[in-house]
């Protein structure tokens, strides 16, 4: 919730500026002299009431002085600034009303591009030159209402930031309630929500497949130890299966290189002796004869 507040801005007691106390708005106009907030300084700041209006302010103020003011008496020249949520406008005191004074709040930053003497500012999507003729701050930042230098009120205004940023447009009533809400809009736009990943749905396994592009994207995914270690590479496995399975084999590449009982398995080389009996074996029988193992387990029969 923005701060309703109010400030007095009274002359400085300094030279210069002493010709400029108590003088109208209409002197101000006609000698082309300007509301210039450095010739002023604050004297009295408090909050106040929303219904509040400014110029409840001065007779408040002209009837009795709060206790911490730290001016003289309110007088033509003083400036009441009102800052009503968020929004603050400057109003110079003059002899019978209040006159709107734009332009007293003025950037802080010297690296400020549009001010209130600004003209010939040219839009990207806008035809013609323009010119700011009002400002307003609002929460602490101002924005410039620009108008334009061919067609004038004619035209639809648009406001900016003191950067020239485009901060509202396609208003007719100057800083009403539609372009007062632009611009918070601009200065404070929506969040966009983040898309959980949780929303996107778990992967077929032949999905992983063309996503990472191997075989054994789909395989590992039966063999390894859980979820996390699947990363294309069948290299998690428990030790038991690891033992059996080489790196780069696939289960039913690795079941059939398993030897079957009793076949012989190619390029493993058999035993010499074994080679010498079998052809002993051979030649005996060839001759009728008992070979020669038998024999001589005959004659150690025989013997005892």
Not at 184 to 204: A, C, G, I, N, S
Request: glycine share 6%; no cysteine; charged share 30%.
């Amino acid at each position: 919730m923005s701060l309703n507040q109010y400030a007095i801005y009274q002359l400085k007691i300094e030279a210069p500026v002493r010709p400029l106390r108590y003088k109208t708005y209409a002197y101000l106009v006609e000698n082309h002299l300007k509301v210039d907030a450095d010739n002023y300084q604050q004297v009295y700041l408090a909050t106040m009431v929303k219904e509040q209006t400014p110029e409840g302010l001065r007779r408040q103020l002209e009837k009795k002085l709060p206790p911490k003011f730290m001016g003289k008496a309110l007088n033509v020249s003083d400036v009441i600034a009102v800052t009503k949520e968020g929004i603050s406008t400057a109003y110079y005191v003059d002899k019978d009303s209040l006159v709107m004074v734009p332009g007293f709040f003025r950037s802080n930053s010297s690296a400020a591009l549009i001010t209130m003497d600004t003209e010939g500012f040219m839009f990207e999507d806008r035809k013609g030159s323009w010119m700011a003729t009002d400002e307003t701050v609002i929460d602490g930042k101002q924005f410039f209402l620009m108008i334009s230098e061919i067609y004038g009120r004619n035209a639809a205004f648009a406001v900016v930031d003191d950067q020239g940023r485009k901060a509202a447009e396609d208003t007719f009533e100057g800083f009403d309630n539609n372009t007062i809400k632009q611009i918070r809009q601009y200065m404070h736009p929506p969040e966009q929500p983040e898309v959980p990943l949780t929303d996107k749905p778990p992967m077929e396994i032949w999905q992983k497949y063309y996503e990472n592009g191997e075989y054994l994207r789909t395989t590992e995914s039966y063999g390894e130890q859980n979820y996390d270690m699947i990363d294309g590479r069948a290299n998690n496995r428990p030790k038991e299966d690891q033992a059996k399975l080489s790196v780069g084999d696939s289960p039913k590449t690795a079941v059939s290189k398993q030897p079957k009982k009793g076949v012989p398995i190619p390029g493993k080389r058999k035993s010499i002796l074994k080679r010498l009996r079998d052809k002993q074996a051979e030649v005996a029988a060839r001759y009728g004869k008992k070979a020669p193992e038998q024999a001589k387990d005959d004659m150690e029969r025989n013997r005892k």
